[in-house]
Nanobody, 118 residues
C-alpha cells in the first residue's frame, strides 16, 4: 500500500487547511484510514480515523474542529481542519490499517507539515 499525502502548510490561528491522502497498490482489505500527528518532542498521536463502513473517531482535542471523510471511488481520505490552533502544529501522517488474524498491518504516508502561527 502506498499513501500519498498532501495539503499541509502554514496558516494563522483560526484558519483552515485540508489534507488529502490517496491510497494505491494493494488496498484490498484496508479496514480503516486515518491521520496521526507528531509534534517535536512528543509521541505520535491519533487525530482522526474512518473505517471502511464510514465510522469515525476523533481525538478529544480536535472534536468539533476537524472532520475526516473519504472518497471510496478515489481511495482518498480527507481531513478538513478548521479553527486551527498553534498546538495543532505538527507533522501529519496518513495511515491505512489492515486487520489480519491476530495481527495488524499499518501503512504510513510520508508526512506533511502543518504549522499554525499565533
Amino acid at each position: 500500500v502506498q499513501l500519498q499525502a498532501s495539503g499541509g502548510g502554514l496558516v494563522q490561528a483560526g484558519g483552515s487547511l485540508r489534507l488529502s491522502c490517496a491510497a494505491s497498490g494493494s488496498i484490498f482489505g484496508i479496514n480503516a484510514m486515518g491521520w496521526y500527528r507528531q509534534a517535536p518532542g512528543k509521541q505520535r498521536e491519533l487525530v482522526a480515523a474512518i473505517t471502511s463502513g464510514g465510522k469515525t473517531n476523533y481525538a478529544d482535542s480536535v472534536k468539533g474542529r476537524f472532520t475526516i471523510s473519504r472518497d471510496n471511488a478515489k481511495n482518498t481520505v480527507f481531513l478538513q481542519m478548521n479553527s486551527l490552533k498553534p498546538e495543532d502544529t505538527a507533522v501529519y501522517y496518513c495511515n491505512a490499517r489492515r486487520l489480519g488474524v491476530g495481527i495488524t498491518y499499518d501503512y504510513w504516508g510520508q508526512g506533511t507539515q502543518v504549522t499554525v502561527s499565533s
